[in-house]
């Protein structure tokens, strides 16, 4: 294809056309250092936790940034929630006195992927009574992989790490239940196969 434009003016178009990709290139060269914050998490979610299994709700309410109305939260049990206003309903949803829970984490690992914001992961059993709850007349329990994004801001006493993404995600049914099988083997039978020099 002929341009009708003069020389000058393709070599001006060209180079114009290119200072968006140089910006952008230059600015992908800027070094940013992925730095590991998996102590920090361990103590941001040691505190959380416990103020989870205390079912303080008032003590859970600062680890979030509650002014984003763009937060993400899918906890196992429940439909995806979002927005602060539906986490806060779903933190106050149930009475202290007749409802409870039990939370335990491992396997943390976090790091920073922008400045003032954590990517984490780790493992998580919860572990609920609801009272009120006809589906699970019983506690009920599990273990999840959890990934979460915190970002730094200031609240009136420092700044301080805020989660603003929440995801669970559970094992798929299939897994759960084949694991489910596998805890279920009597030991005599183990013995039978180690005996056998059998290995699984």
């Not at 299994?53 to 995806?80: C, H, Q, R, S």
């Not at 780790?122 to 009920?140: D, G, Q, R």
Request: proline share 4%.
């Amino acid at each position: 294809m002929t341009s009708n434009l003069p020389r000058r003016d393709v070599v001006g178009a060209a180079a114009a056309a290119l200072l968006p990709q140089t910006a952008f290139a230059q600015n992908m060269n800027r070094t940013f250092t992925m730095t590991d914050m998996t102590s920090t998490v361990e103590q941001i979610l040691t505190a959380y936790v416990d103020r989870w299994n205390d079912y303080d709700a008032d003590g859970m309410i600062p680890f979030w940034d509650t002014e984003d109305e763009g937060l993400i939260y899918v906890a196992e049990e429940i439909d995806a929630l979002r927005g602060w206003k539906a986490l806060e309903k779903y933190f106050r949803g149930n009475d202290p006195a007749t409802t409870d829970h039990y939370i335990a984490f491992w396997d943390v690992t976090a790091r920073t992927i922008a400045p003032g914001v954590i990517q984490a992961f780790w493992n998580m059993s919860w572990n609920v009574y609801f009272s009120t709850e006809k589906l699970y007349a019983k506690p009920i329990g599990g273990e999840v992989r959890v990934t979460a994004l915190l970002r730094e801001k200031e609240d009136g006493q420092g700044r301080k790490w805020k989660f603003f993404h929440w995801i669970e995600g559970p094992l798929a049914s299939l897994i759960q239940l084949q694991r489910a099988h596998e805890a279920n083997v009597h030991p005599k039978l183990i013995e039978k196969l180690k005996a056998k020099g059998i290995d699984f």
